[in-house]
C-alpha cells in the first residue's frame, strides 16, 4: 500500500494544480483530475443557451482538442460492453440523445437515455448544482438532440430518415466531418456541452472549477458504506471500483480490481474482495489521478511499460534512464575533455545540488515500472522509495563510473552536442541491440538496468558483449551509427574499468595499447583525405578481424599505410614516432594470440579522440597566425 499513499499524498501537496491544463512537447494537454472525473476524447461540441435553447454545434476535428475532463461515477468510470452507466453530464450519443429511436436506433432492455437523464435531474435539482449544469438538464430533458444535429448538418439521414452509421462510396457528396474522426458507428460519437451567454465570456464547462466542485460535492453525498482505510488507516467512504485510463486515454488496465465473483477469485481465503483489502474511495481517486498526471508529466512509456520517477514535494526528479545531457547538461557539455572522473563527479554533484535543495528534507523519491500483461490488468513490475541523498548520489556514481565521451545529440538549434557522462538506457538499448530494436527488447533492457543504477549492481555481460562486437564491426552500418555504439560501448566498459577519457600513457596492458595503435593507423590515413572525402581507412575496414587477431591482422594494417605515410612526408613524422613508441611497448609484453578484449576499444577511442583534438588545435593555431 505505501505507493498508493506516497500517490496519496502527492495529490494533497500539489492540490493547486487540480484542473490546471497543461501541455505535453507534442501540445497534448493533460491535468492533475478532480475527484470523482476523468477524461474522454469528444467528437461533437453542443452549445446551450443559458435558458436551454441550442445555440450550435460543431464537430470536433483537431486531435489535440478532443480531450475533454468531464464528471463520473463509479460505476460509469469502469462500464464495459452491454452495462448502462451513464456519465454525468458529458456522454455518448447513445445515452445522451433521447430522439435516437425515432432515428433508427436500436430499442434497448434498459434504456440509456432515460438512465441518463434521472441522473442529470438528480445533480441539477441538488443544492449543490450550479446555472449551468441546469441549462444543459434543460435542453437534452427535450430529447431532440438528433433532431437538432441534422439540421445543423452535423448528422446526416438517409431516404427513410434513419442515421447514416457510416459514409461509404455509395453516399453522394463530401464527405462530412464527423465520419472522419469516428472510428465505430455514429452512435458511438462522443459529445460534450457547453454553455453560451450574449455579451458574457463563460469559461467552458469541462475546465471550469465551479462544475468540479459542484460536482464533487454532489457526488460525495452518494458515496457507499464507511469502512477502514487501508491506505490510511482511516474510517471513509469505501470504494470496490477504481480507475482505469492510467498510461492514456485509451488505457483499460486496471491497478486494483476484483470484479470476478466465481472460479479461483480469492483462492478461497475470502468471500468478497473488500476482506482482501478496503480503500476509500477519495483515496483511490488521488492516488490514481496523481500516478495519472506524473505519467503525463515525466513518465517515459516504452511499449506500453511505465518507467516513472517523482518526488512528493518536487514531482520532476532527474530520471535514472536519462543521459547526462538531459539530467545535468551543465557539467556534462563540454567544449575539450580535461576532466578526471573525480572533477566530473564534483561538477555533476554541484549541477545535482539544484534539485537537492529544491526538495524538502524529509521528502524521498519513489521509482515505479508500471505495465500490462492483459487489456484488463495491469501490474507494479517495481517499486522503491529512496532518500533523495542516497538516490542522487547513485545518479552521480552512474554517471561518473558510467562516463565517456558523446557526440550523438542535438541541442534545441539543432546543433550536435559533444556531452561526457553516461548514456541514456534507451539508447544503450540501440547500441546494443541496433536501432532497428523492438519495443519489446528495449523495455526489457531498460528494467535490467535498473538495479545497475540505483543498487550499483554490474551492468549484465551480455548487454555489454553485445554492444562490443556491434562497436567491432563498423562496416555493418552507417559512420555516425557506429560513432554512437562506439561511445556507448566505451562507456559501458568504462563502468568496471573506470578510465578517463584521456589517454594513460602508463598503461602498458596488451588490449589497451593494441586498442591505441589502431586508432593511430586510422588517424594516419584518414590525414591524407581530400577535403569531403568519406570512406572507411583500412584501419576501420580490418577493425573486426584486428580484434580477433591483432598480430597477425596488424601486419596487414601496417604494409597498407606506406603509401599513405610517403603521401604526408614530413607530417606523418609524429604519428610514426607515436607508432613506434606504441609497438616499443608492445614489445615488452608477453606475446598472446588470444582475442582483444573489451578494454581495447577504450585505448582505441581514447588515442582516436586525442588525435583528433591535437589536429584541431593546430589548424587554429594556424588560422590565428594567418589572421
Given at each position: 500500500m505505501s505507493w498508493l499513499l506516497h500517490l496519496y499524498q502527492t495529490y494533497k501537496t500539489h492540490s493547486k494544480q487540480v484542473g490546471v491544463i497543461?501541455?505535453?512537447?507534442?501540445?497534448?494537454?493533460?491535468?492533475?483530475?478532480?475527484?470523482?472525473?476523468?477524461?474522454?476524447?469528444?467528437?461533437?461540441?453542443?452549445?446551450?443557451?443559458?435558458?436551454?435553447?441550442?445555440?450550435?454545434?460543431?464537430?470536433?476535428?483537431?486531435?489535440?482538442?478532443?480531450?475533454?475532463?468531464?464528471?463520473?461515477?463509479?460505476?460509469?468510470?469502469?462500464?464495459?460492453?452491454?452495462?448502462?452507466?451513464?456519465?454525468?453530464?458529458?456522454?455518448?450519443?447513445?445515452?445522451?440523445?433521447?430522439?435516437?429511436?425515432?432515428?433508427?436506433?436500436?430499442?434497448?432492455?434498459?434504456d440509456p437515455f432515460a438512465a441518463y437523464v434521472k441522473q442529470l435531474k438528480g445533480w441539477a435539482d441538488s443544492p449543490h448544482a450550479i446555472d449551468k449544469v441546469k441549462s444543459i438538464y434543460q435542453y437534452v430533458s427535450k430529447g431532440t438532440l438528433i433532431q437538432d444535429l441534422v439540421e445543423k448538418q452535423i448528422l446526416h439521414v438517409d431516404d427513410r430518415n434513419r442515421l447514416i452509421n457510416k459514409w461509404d462510396k455509395s453516399n453522394e457528396g463530401t464527405k462530412p466531418a464527423i465520419y472522419s474522426v469516428l472510428a465505430g458507428d455514429v452512435d458511438s460519437a462522443f459529445i460534450?456541452?457547453?454553455?453560451?451567454?450574449?455579451?458574457?465570456?463563460?469559461?467552458?464547462?469541462?475546465?471550469?472549477?465551479?462544475?468540479?466542485?459542484?460536482?464533487?460535492?454532489?457526488?460525495?453525498?452518494?458515496?457507499?458504506?464507511?469502512?477502514?482505510?487501508?491506505?490510511?488507516?482511516?474510517?471513509?467512504?469505501?470504494?470496490?471500483?477504481?480507475?482505469?485510463?492510467?498510461?492514456?486515454?485509451?488505457?483499460?488496465?486496471?491497478?486494483?480490481?476484483?470484479?470476478?465473483s466465481s472460479g479461483f477469485t480469492f483462492r478461497g481465503r475470502f468471500s468478497k474482495s473488500q476482506e482482501a483489502a478496503s480503500i476509500s474511495y477519495e483515496v483511490s481517486q488521488k492516488a490514481h489521478n496523481a500516478l495519472k498526471w506524473l505519467i503525463n508529466r515525466q513518465g517515459k512509456t516504452i511499449d506500453q511499460r511505465v518507467?516513472?520517477?517523482?518526488?512528493?514535494?518536487?514531482?520532476?526528479?532527474?530520471?535514472?534512464?536519462?543521459?547526462?545531457?538531459?539530467?545535468?547538461?551543465?557539467?556534462?557539455?563540454?567544449?575539450?575533455?580535461?576532466?578526471?572522473?573525480?572533477?566530473?563527479?564534483?561538477?555533476?554533484?554541484?549541477?545535482?545540488?539544484?534539485?537537492?535543495?529544491?526538495?524538502?528534507?524529509?521528502?524521498?523519491?519513489?521509482?515505479?515500472?508500471?505495465?500490462?500483461?492483459?487489456?484488463?490488468?495491469?501490474?507494479?513490475?517495481?517499486?522503491?522509495?529512496?532518500?533523495?541523498?542516497?538516490?542522487?548520489?547513485?545518479?552521480?556514481?552512474?554517471?561518473?563510473?558510467?562516463?565517456?565521451?558523446?557526440?550523438?545529440?542535438?541541442?534545441?538549434?539543432?546543433?550536435w552536442v559533444q556531452f561526457y557522462g553516461a548514456p541514456s538506457t534507451k539508447d544503450i538499448a540501440f547500441a546494443a541491440y541496433g536501432p532497428r530494436a523492438s519495443d519489446k527488447i528495449v523495455k526489457g533492457l531498460v528494467e535490467r538496468m535498473l538495479p545497475c543504477i540505483v543498487d550499483g549492481r554490474d551492468i549484465p555481460l551480455d548487454i555489454v558483449r553485445s554492444a562490443y562486437h556491434r562497436a567491432t564491426r563498423p562496416l555493418s552500418m552507417e559512420e555516425w551509427e557506429w560513432e554512437k555504439t562506439l561511445s556507448i560501448a566505451c562507456s559501458l566498459i568504462n563502468r568496471k574499468e573506470r578510465s578517463s577519457m584521456a589517454v594513460d600513457f602508463q598503461n602498458t596492458k596488451r588490449d589497451y595499447l593494441f586498442g591505441r595503435l589502431l586508432a593511430v593507423a586510422d588517424v594516419l590515413e584518414n590525414r591524407t583525405f581530400?577535403?569531403?572525402?568519406?570512406?572507411?581507412?583500412?584501419?576501420?575496414?580490418?577493425?573486426?578481424?584486428?580484434?580477433?587477431?591483432?598480430?597477425?591482422?596488424?601486419?596487414?594494417?601496417?604494409?597498407?599505410?606506406?603509401?599513405?605515410?610517403?603521401?604526408?612526408?614530413?607530417?606523418?613524422?609524429?604519428?610514426?614516432?607515436?607508432?613506434?613508441?606504441?609497438?616499443?611497448?608492445?614489445?615488452?609484453?608477453?606475446?598472446?594470440?588470444?582475442?582483444?578484449?573489451f578494454e581495447y576499444l577504450l585505448g582505441f577511442h581514447s588515442q582516436r579522440h586525442a588525435l583528433y583534438q591535437s589536429k584541431d588545435k593546430k589548424n587554429e593555431a594556424v588560422e590565428a597566425s594567418q589572421e
Open positions: 497543461e501541455k505535453r512537447f507534442n501540445d497534448q494537454e493533460y491535468t492533475l483530475l478532480p475527484v470523482a472525473h476523468t477524461t474522454q476524447n469528444a467528437h461533437i461540441e453542443v452549445t446551450v443557451t443559458r435558458d436551454g435553447e441550442l445555440h450550435s454545434a460543431e464537430v470536433i476535428t483537431i486531435k489535440s482538442d478532443m480531450s475533454t475532463l468531464i464528471p463520473c461515477t463509479e460505476k460509469s468510470a469502469s462500464r464495459a460492453g452491454s452495462v448502462v452507466a451513464p456519465y454525468p453530464l458529458h456522454d455518448k450519443l447513445s445515452y445522451v440523445a433521447g430522439d435516437l429511436i425515432a432515428y433508427g436506433g436500436e430499442q434497448k432492455k434498459e460534450r456541452f457547453n454553455v453560451y451567454a450574449p455579451g458574457e465570456h463563460l469559461t467552458d464547462v469541462w475546465r471550469d472549477s465551479e462544475m468540479y466542485e459542484s460536482f464533487i460535492q454532489y457526488y460525495n453525498e452518494q458515496l457507499g458504506d464507511i469502512d477502514l482505510c487501508y491506505v490510511t488507516g482511516e474510517l471513509m467512504p469505501a470504494t470496490d471500483k477504481h480507475a482505469n485510463k492510467i498510461r492514456n486515454a485509451a488505457d483499460k488496465a486496471k491497478l486494483i480490481s476484483a470484479n470476478d518507467f516513472l520517477v517523482w518526488g512528493e514535494e518536487r514531482t520532476d526528479i532527474p530520471s535514472f534512464a536519462d543521459d547526462a545531457f538531459d539530467t545535468a547538461p551543465s557539467a556534462a557539455v563540454v567544449k575539450q575533455v580535461a576532466f578526471t572522473n573525480q572533477e566530473f563527479a564534483m561538477e555533476f554533484a554541484k549541477a545535482l545540488d539544484g534539485y537537492s535543495n529544491r526538495i524538502d528534507g524529509k521528502s524521498d523519491v519513489h521509482i515505479m515500472v508500471l505495465d500490462s500483461a492483459t487489456t484488463g490488468r495491469m501490474a507494479v513490475l517495481y517499486y522503491r522509495s529512496m532518500d533523495k541523498h542516497l538516490y542522487l548520489n547513485k545518479l552521480i556514481d552512474w554517471h561518473t563510473s558510467c562516463a565517456w565521451l558523446h557526440r550523438y545529440r542535438k541541442n534545441t538549434s539543432g546543433e581530400a577535403k569531403g572525402e568519406k570512406r572507411p581507412t583500412n584501419a576501420i575496414r580490418y577493425k573486426t578481424a584486428f580484434s580477433q587477431h591483432p598480430e597477425r591482422t596488424w601486419l596487414t594494417i601496417e604494409k597498407s599505410l606506406t603509401p599513405y605515410v610517403m603521401k604526408l612526408g614530413p607530417e606523418a613524422t609524429d604519428l610514426n614516432k607515436l607508432m613506434d613508441e606504441i609497438l616499443d611497448k608492445l614489445s615488452q609484453v608477453e606475446e598472446s594470440y588470444k582475442p582483444l578484449s
